[in-house]
């Protein structure tokens, strides 16, 4: 009788910073259910993966998972699957971090599961082919891929089973390709689906093996599974209909089928991750391009033989796709890179690496269908771990540089530090990269601007039905009716300290949109270092007129001093307005504890709008971190406020997302030709109490 084998592998994982809310969901709904289903099927083999920031977090709240998790495994049910501890994307950390990552949950299974690991989880399948150098140094003998990454290298889909051997520098990894047809079929199709398609891969040896292993999230908490796999019991029916056909079919694990069968052949496989990561890091016109490329050639009954033709980007494009994710992750690298300093004074403290390790993360550096890069707390945690881990790193006796090129642009940064206020400034233009309250190991310029995302010509037939059926790459939903009119774009840069002179006719309303209209151009800048900060001098052309703002910037402790003095070159009266652009992201735009005092008066939570004459301070309250940002200046201002918010996609649906708060006070000039104007801004940030 013809016979396959079937691998069926399950990852789990939270990202660093995520709510408990989340967390507990996420046990409730999937991973504990899925363990009490497995737990009646003593018979079936699995593999598992949880990660680290999982395991972290269930060791201190949910222990009666990961306490039947460990008796599975001591049944001979699982085998446990490693990865980054952290779950970050192997290939954007440096090789050190690869293998002190991976070695820390091959500790940690060693210690609590009494288990060794041979067998990697590769984190969204992100694969770049020198990752065999590092695996091999952690102890990995093979990793799961999917089998979109053999398309170009010459194996046919249909004799992608068993496992492949590729190398690098003479070093070995074996790699099991995913079965893309059971990937969508589980659990949105009937069970006897995956085991129709299972059938369709047996042979007279027996030696045929087919994987599917994709996020256990999909198997509850995707919308409309919750239903579907345990209401409707699809993983309890799929369970049985494996041992209804038992005579054909076997389930086994990554380990034992390694350890009984040789390689198919030797490949190579290319850079690559899953086929819709490679169009989701494409630009937003490419990428829509290539949507609608791909189901073109769907609707023609062409897809399946021109997959291997077409690629998008590689996922290292996120980093020019999204500038905030560049500068998180070259951040950290920055630091990891210097952590050597440390070797000749007493080693890298562990709880150093382990919040460098956190700030790794994937999940806030990319965005694809689930919120990702666009979530204010998941940014948050790896910009907490990180100050977390300088701090550290400063106080063991390393030592960071005043001027650098920190995220690889050609364009440095001086970073200014005091004992409580951390600055980065662009040393070309002087705008603040990013501010940082260190007592709280907070970034209040942690957000994203606003970008057109591919998917967003889908917006407008999203449905609100949380329980439509299919796939989360197929389903359109929204959180909210009426998003179309909140979709806006931005079209430069929202950092800090950006100069603005525009019309008087000119509105709250078109700042707040992305659509104001400017009638500076500037032809030219420099930034130098002096004692306690920069000086920023910039010319420019107004109208028919010339300007130039010079502007010396100073830290001191806890305050910002920004004194602006604004002179008319030219030969004609500059009569505009001028703005001076401050953004800061505080997480809750909603939250009753976060929210605005403008001259002293409380006008609304940090999402609110504001046109507000004769402002001498303003103030934005963080009660939940206590803290504080306070402004004065030293000339009564008009003030536009207004929320930054994205429209992104989630698993659930589009959500509209508060990201950060704009202001932008803003003074009349008068300045006929060689006339100045002096301002200063005193920017302070303090504990509430």
Request: proline share 4%.
């Amino acid at each position: 009788m013809k016979k396959v084998q079937f691998i069926f592998g399950i990852h789990n994982h939270q990202p660093v910073g995520n709510f408990d809310k989340v967390f507990h969901d996420a046990c409730d709904r999937s991973y504990l259910p899925f363990l009490q289903t497995l737990e009646k099927f003593p018979e079936i083999s699995m593999a598992f993966h949880f990660s680290g920031s999982l395991i972290e977090w269930l060791e201190g709240h949910r222990l009666e998972v990961l306490e039947l998790f460990k008796r599975l495994v001591c049944r001979g049910n699982i085998e446990v699957l490693g990865s980054g501890f952290y779950e970050p994307i192997l290939a954007m950390i440096p090789e050190a971090d690869q293998v002190g990552q991976i070695k820390k949950m091959n500790d940690w299974a060693l210690q609590r599961m009494d288990y060794e690991i041979k067998g990697n989880w590769l984190t969204e399948r992100v694969w770049e082919p020198h990752l065999v150098r590092s695996l091999n140094g952690a102890d990995i003998e093979y990793m799961v891929v999917d089998d979109y990454h053999f398309l170009t290298t010459g194996p046919a889909s249909k004799n992608l089973n068993g496992y492949f051997y590729t190398e690098q520098e003479g070093k070995v990894l074996s790699v099991f390709p995913i079965n893309q047809k059971m990937r969508y079929a589980m659990p949105f199709e009937d069970p006897q689906v995956a085991i129709d398609i299972l059938r369709s891969y047996t042979t007279e040896n027996g030696d045929s093996l087919i994987v599917m292993a994709d996020d256990g999230e999909k198997f509850g908490i995707w919308p409309g599974t919750w239903n579907t796999v345990y209401s409707q019991k699809w993983l309890e029916r799929f369970f049985t209909l494996i041992g209804e056909n038992s005579d054909w079919l076997t389930t086994t694990t990554f380990k034992q089928y390694h350890s009984n069968h040789l390689p198919r052949d030797l490949v190579y496989i290319p850079t690559s991750s899953y086929f819709e990561m490679s169009q989701w890091t494409l630009p937003t016109d490419l990428g829509r391009q290539m949507d609608h490329f791909v189901r073109d050639l769907e609707h023609q009954g062409k897809g399946d033989e021109s997959r291997p033709f077409i690629k998008g980007g590689m996922w290292r494009n996120y980093f020019t796709k999204y500038p905030e994710s560049n500068w998180m992750q070259k951040r950290v690298q920055f630091l990891s890179l210097n952590l050597s300093q440390l070797e000749s004074k007493g080693g890298i403290p562990s709880d150093l690496r382990d919040d460098l390790y956190r700030a790794q993360c994937n999940c806030a550096y990319w965005h694809g269908v689930f919120g990702g890069l666009y979530l204010p707390h998941l940014r948050h945690a790896i910009f907490e771990h990180l100050l977390k881990a300088e701090e550290k790193f400063l106080a063991s006796g390393g030592s960071l540089p005043g001027l650098v090129d920190i995220d690889s642009d050609g364009v440095k940064e001086y970073r200014l530090r005091s004992d409580s206020v951390q600055l980065f400034i662009a040393a070309d233009t002087g705008h603040i990269r990013e501010i940082d309250w260190l007592p709280s190991y907070f970034n209040v310029t942690n957000y994203v601007q606003r970008y057109s995302e591919h998917y967003h010509e889908k917006l407008a037939s999203a449905s609100n039905d949380s329980n439509a059926g299919g796939s989360i790459h197929d389903i359109v939903l929204t959180k909210e009716e009426g998003l179309q009119d909140k979709l806006f774009v931005d079209g430069y840069r929202r950092h800090g300290l950006i100069d603005h002179i525009f019309d008087i006719n000119q509105s709250q309303d078109l700042h707040y949109r992305g659509n104001l209209q400017e009638n500076l151009s500037v032809l030219s800048s420099e930034v130098q270092q002096h004692e306690a900060g920069v000086q920023i001098k910039a010319m420019g052309q107004v109208g028919q007129s010339q300007i130039q703002i010079e502007k010396k910037v100073e830290l001191h402790h806890n305050e910002l001093s920004v004194k602006i003095d604004i002179t008319n070159t030219g030969e004609t009266t500059i009569g505009q307005l001028y703005g001076l652009e401050l953004n800061f992201g505080l997480l809750g735009g909603n939250s009753p504890d976060r929210y605005y005092l403008v001259n002293n008066n409380n006008v609304g939570a940090l999402n609110t709008h504001g046109d507000e004459p004769a402002v001498q301070t303003v103030a934005l309250f963080n009660e939940w971190d206590n803290f504080k940002i306070n402004m004065n200046f030293s000339k009564k201002c008009q003030l536009w406020r207004s929320p930054i918010e994205t429209i992104s996609m989630s698993e659930a649906g589009f959500e509209r997302v508060y990201q950060a708060s704009a202001l932008l006070p803003h003074w009349k000039l008068n300045l006929t030709p060689g006339e100045s104007l002096e301002l200063e801004l005193l920017l302070s940030i303090n504990k509430i109490k």
